[in-house]
Nanobody, 124 residues
Framework: QVQLVESGGGLVQAGGSLRLSCAAS????????TGWFRQAPGKEREFVAA????????YSTDSMKGRFTISADSAKSLVYLQMNSLKPEDTATYYC?????????????????WGQGTQVTVSS
């Protein structure tokens, strides 16, 4: 089993920044991708970004490129999501997830393990 714990969420004003962290533990497999998703009230969960465990491949949503950056500290099994220039529409619960290499990063069904989520609220 794999456990994922997110942290770093909170309340921030528009234009501000937050860095989310995802700590992975348990029986980690080397052929893994770690990703971030978000879900706003009344909306479907959407893909934000993903990174291969080695940090060599990064995937992100076009609409968030330039504002959100995913990175990894493989030695510590940590994955970060740096969020800059936050907007009120970024308000959501942000989830960390993990999957094997196979499957599309944007397909929720590909992701096997999920964290409990961390709330991000951006005020205008």
């Amino acid at each position: 089993q794999v456990q994922l714990v997110e942290s770093g969420g909170g309340l921030v004003q528009a234009g501000g920044s937050l860095r989310l962290s995802c700590a992975a533990s348990g029986r980690l497999f080397s052929s893994r991708d770690t990703g971030w998703f978000r879900q706003a009230p009344g909306k479907e969960r959407e893909f934000v970004a993903a990174i291969r465990w080695s940090g060599h491949s990064v995937y992100s949503t076009d609409s968030m490129k330039g504002r959100f950056t995913i990175s990894a500290d493989s030695a510590k099994s940590l994955v970060y999501l740096q969020m800059n220039s936050l907007k009120p529409e970024d308000t959501a619960t942000y989830y960390c997830a993990m999957k094997y290499f196979s499957g599309s990063v944007s397909d929720l069904q590909s992701w096997i393990y999920w964290g409990q989520g961390t709330q991000v609220t951006v005020s205008s």
